[in-house]
């Protein structure tokens, strides 16, 4: 039987129109029938909830998880991964394919998603990888990728070295109307650096990675973008310095995007504080002005998307010396927090917090989601957005439990989430 839900007496809140509202929304099987301003209409046979004033508004979408599966299961798994992402209010995942081996392979792709289809709470979509095996050496068969299920195409966190290798990769992307994903990093200039180059890791005798390498990079591949007009994605600009090369280069016209974690919208890099591995991650945090100058672009749209660079790391990578620490964190129950920070702290409106989170990756891939209209995929989530909440790394439903936040006060929590209609979390039942 088909059901129904219906969903009253909500704060609505579509970013893709910037619209918020008091009203309500119908969910019929996987998709949504109806929605309207004002009190519910009786609908028969509906299950009515109950929205209390608090927040309806679409799943969020994140582009960039780290699940592990396949080849490093005690790490996370598509189960745990999902569980997390849903009790984060994320319905949409991009899984990237820095995984063992690596997704290079359009039997990898389908392996994936026939395991999501088998154990996955949220939908999942498989990131291909650029080069085979990540190396940088050679280009993927980004075609068949793509005829697999591929929605876009990363190197992972290794950025690509050879400039003649990426100007090949970007017009053969371009040929199919592939995204590129790239991290902006010059890995010459990062050398072995794991912290923000600046006076706090001088001080804890950390080599740093300075600002200049995200510049160079952003700086080279634009223009290569531009030279190739296709579709590039910088993955994680974390500082102001990157952030003016990027604004450079939308200026000049190359068909470029940007994301940003929400570990750099929220921490700095004095949160690495006594040598705290959980706050050690690729790229590093940065200074507090490129925090606020990373606020300020997501704001006025410089920045594209805002992604939880869900990246789990069992203790045994974790509890070492910090610059032998693997870096990473993970960030798929926090990400809806931070969003909800920015709005709390006067940053910006609730719709313009969940827009790069929402319809904008949706606008990227070319997904139906990410928005509440009529005949649009029913993933919705109702939120509490000023519920306040301590995150306790043992409470986390990931695998792995190395999160940047552990012990810190958030606001915000999503309540319940449905993914094509069916309801996939709901707090009030698992009481946490």
Not at 1 to 29: F, K, Q
Not at 76 to 102: F, H, M, R, W
Not at 230 to 242: E, I, K, N, P, Y
Not at 379 to 399: F, T
Request: charged fraction near 25%.
């Amino acid at each position: 039987m088909t059901t129904r839900t219906l969903i009253a007496n909500a704060r609505v809140v579509d970013p893709a129109r910037g619209r918020e509202s008091e009203g309500w929304l119908l969910l019929d099987g996987d998709t949504i029938a109806d929605l309207g301003d004002g009190p519910a209409p009786d609908v028969d046979g509906a299950d009515v909830v109950d929205a209390a004033g608090r927040v309806v508004c679409p799943g969020l979408i994140d582009l960039r998880v780290n699940a592990g599966e396949p080849g490093a299961e005690h790490k996370e798994t598509l189960a745990t991964a999902s569980a997390a992402a849903a009790a984060g209010g994320v319905t949409s995942v991009v899984v990237t394919p820095e995984t063992k081996p690596t997704i290079d392979d359009p039997a990898l792709i389908d392996f994936l998603m026939r395991r999501a289809r088998d154990t996955a709470a949220v939908r999942v979509h498989p990131a291909a990888a650029l080069t085979k095996g990540l190396a940088g050496t050679e280009i993927a068969e980004i075609g068949l990728l793509r005829d697999a299920g591929a929605v876009m195409f990363s190197n992972g966190p290794r950025p690509l070295a050879d400039a003649g290798l990426m100007r090949r990769a970007l017009l053969y992307a371009r040929g199919l109307g592939a995204l590129v994903a790239v991290r902006p990093e010059d890995a010459a200039l990062a050398g072995r650096g794991v912290a923000h180059e600046g006076d706090y890791a001088a001080r804890l005798g950390l080599e740093g990675v300075p600002v200049l390498a995200e510049r160079v990079q952003i700086e080279r591949d634009a223009a290569i973008a531009a030279d190739a007009g296709a579709r590039l994605l910088f993955d994680q600009v974390s500082s102001a310095a990157g952030l003016a090369a990027l604004a450079r280069a939308k200026a000049d016209g190359a068909p470029v995007s940007a994301s940003v974690s929400a570990f750099h919208l929220a921490l700095n890099d004095l949160d690495v504080g006594d040598y705290r591995t959980y706050a050690r991650l690729s790229p590093p945090l940065r200074a507090e002005h490129d925090r606020d100058a990373l606020i300020h672009a997501l704001k006025d749209g410089l920045v594209d998307v805002v992604v939880s660079a869900h990246d789990p790391q069992p203790p045994e990578d974790k509890r070492l010396p910090f610059a032998e620490a693997t870096p990473g964190g993970v960030g798929l129950e926090t990400l809806l927090s931070v969003l909800l920070g920015l709005v709390h702290d006067e940053r910006m409106s609730l719709a313009e917090a969940l827009r790069p989170a929402t319809v904008a990756p949706a606008e990227l891939l070319g997904l139906p989601q990410g928005r509440l209209a009529k005949g649009a995929p029913a993933d919705v989530i109702l939120v509490d957005a000023g519920a306040p909440w301590v995150c306790k790394s043992e409470d986390l439903r990931s695998l792995s439990k190395n999160t940047p936040f552990d012990e810190r006060r958030l606001q915000g929590r999503a309540l319940k989430t449905w993914v094509a209609g069916r309801v996939v979390f709901d707090r009030a039942a698992v009481g946490r």
